[in-house]
T-cell receptor, first 110, second 115 residues
Framework: GQNIDQPTEMTATEGAIVQINCTYQ??????LFWYQQHAGEAPTFLSY????GLEEKGRFSSFLSRSKGYSYLLLKELQMKDSASYLC???????????FGKGTTLSVSS | DAGVIQSPRHEVTEMGQEVTLRCKPI?????LFWYRQTMMRGLELLIY????????DSGMPEDRFSAKMPNASFSTLKIQPSEPRDSAVYFC?????????????FGSGTRLTVV
């Protein structure tokens, strides 16, 4: 079976740092994706981790530990526009479908 | 590139009617996916195709749902007959994989309301 868990909701203030955790259990594992989805819009790609470690991309960073089945998305210098749902997704094999968690709704306040 | 194109953006239909959702993937992408998103269940995979061939349709809820991909640039998801519980946002996505790089892009979705 496949299972992807992430917190349902998180809140933070502008300028702060927030870490969104994701644990996964999949039959086979190729890589871990993070997507951002604003209300009423499509998911948009943020990051893709295949190897263990931290990948930094501007204000956003993503970490993967394959041995622990664990990933996190780190958002720095939060802005109001970062209020959105953040979706963790895993792929079993390259070229196959991504399986998504239910998403973490992040609310950023001033 | 125009991205993944879905139509219609919104569809309101009466229970029992047939609904057809359409998707044009990104040119050069060899996989296409149909997802359904609801508040309760999140983003669920319905079916996906590799090189126009259906690979996994285990997520299709029941026989009322069917999907086709007659060529590399077009796919349809059909619901017949539709029911109120089918109300959701339906997303199409397409992907490519080169061995070193992997892209997975969503369309804007079709918001379906069955009354």
């Amino acid at each position: 079976g496949q299972n992807i868990d992430q917190p349902t909701e998180m809140t933070a203030t502008e300028g702060a740092i927030v870490q969104i955790n994701c644990t996964y259990q999949t039959s086979g594992f190729n890589g871990l994706f993070w997507y951002q989805q604003h209300a009423g819009e499509a998911p948009t790609f943020l990051s893709y981790n295949v190897l263990d470690g931290l990948e930094e991309k501007g204000r956003f960073s993503s970490f993967l530990s394959r041995s622990k089945g664990y990933s996190y998305l780190l958002l720095k210098e939060l802005q109001m526009k970062d209020s959105a749902s953040y979706l963790c997704a895993a792929s079993n094999q390259a070229g196959t479908a991504l399986i998504f968690g239910k998403g973490t709704t992040l609310s950023v306040s001033s | 590139d125009a991205g993944v194109i879905q139509s219609p953006r919104h569809e309101v239909t009466e229970m029992g009617q047939e609904v057809t959702l359409r998707c044009k993937p990104i040119s050069g992408h060899n996989s296409l996916f149909w997802y359904r998103q609801t508040m309760m269940r999140g983003l669920e995979l319905l079916i996906y195709f590799n090189n126009n061939v259906p690979i996994d349709d285990s997520g299709m809820p029941e026989d009322r749902f069917s999907a086709k991909m007659p060529n590399a640039s077009f796919s349809t998801l059909k619901i017949q007959p539709s029911e109120p519980r089918d109300s959701a946002v339906y997303f199409c996505a397409s992907s490519f994989w080169t061995g070193e790089d992997y892209g997975y892009t969503f369309g804007s979705g079709t918001r379906l309301t069955v009354v």
